[in-house]
T-cell receptor, first 115, second 112 residues
Framework: ETGVTQTPRHLVMGMTNKKSLKCEQHLGHNAMYWYKQSAKKPLELMFVYSLEERVENNSVPSRFSPECPNSSHLFLHLHTLQPEDSALYLC??????????????FGPGTRLLVL | GDSVTQMEGPVTLSEEAFLTINCTYTATGYPSLFWYVQYPGEGLQLLLKATKADDKGSNKGFEATYRKETTSFHLEKGSVQVSDSAVYFCALIIQGAQKLVFGQGTRLTINP
């Protein structure tokens, strides 16, 4: 398998549930990202990891908890979410932290619906 | 702050029509510019990029020229196909920064 994969592709959860989103990259990259794509809003960067260390947290509520156990895997743990958290969550990776000439490669996303 | 503004969608065209999607930016530093495309049900794919003024990025018949004087990076294609139907995102990144800044996206529909 190549590129960036995400599971599950679709997720429906209640506000009291705990779930996790998984991202895996097969590109040998050192940096990974979580983005949120809501309807009618620009993509929002949530978290950035480089070499398994979190380097950016864009004022994301604590009900979203990222985990990067190694450079190939990135998780987003979800608990006590709100309906407004319903969105497409995209994972991306790049060879290193995004610099001027760096390209980010995106996964297909997890479509999340919070009831 | 840094920002990207794209023309509002949705845009609907007939097959073989000429396409322009406008993109302008404001940046505190010297950005690289990107166009990403998102086909239905998929994640974003890099379509083309340009890293310095007057560079032209091109791919799959799409082109965009980095215009520093007008802070623009408009996407063009001479003859669109039904398979070009997707959402197109303009984005920038400042040299040394970690964050891609995206526009709001423009949904394009091509009718046969």
């Amino acid at each position: 398998e190549t590129g960036v994969t995400q599971t599950p592709r679709h997720l429906v959860m209640g506000m009291t549930n705990k779930k996790s989103l998984k991202c895996e990259q097969h590109l040998g990259h050192n940096a990974m990202y979580w983005y949120k794509q809501s309807a009618k809003k620009p993509l929002e960067l949530m978290f950035v990891y480089s070499l398994e260390e979190r380097v950016e947290n864009n004022s994301v509520p604590s009900r979203f908890s990222p985990e990067c156990p190694n450079s190939s895997h990135l998780f987003l743990h979800l608990h006590t979410l709100q309906p407004e958290d319903s969105a497409l969550y995209l994972c991306a990776s790049s060879q290193d932290l995004a610099a001027a000439r760096e390209t980010q490669y995106f996964g297909p996303g997890t479509r999340l619906l919070v009831l | 702050g840094d920002s990207v503004t794209q023309m509002e969608g949705p845009v609907t065209l007939s097959e073989e029509a000429f396409l322009t999607i406008n993109c302008t930016y404001t940046a505190t530093g010297y950005p690289s510019l990107f166009w990403y495309v998102q086909y239905p049900g998929e994640g974003l794919q890099l379509l083309l990029k340009a890293t310095k003024a007057d560079d032209k990025g091109s791919n799959k018949g799409f082109e965009a020229t980095y215009r520093k004087e007008t802070t623009s990076f408009h996407l063009e294609k001479g003859s669109v196909q039904v398979s070009d139907s997707a959402v197109y995102f303009c984005a920038l990144i400042i040299q040394g920064a970690q964050k891609l800044v995206f526009g709001q996206g423009t949904r394009l529909t091509i009718n046969p």
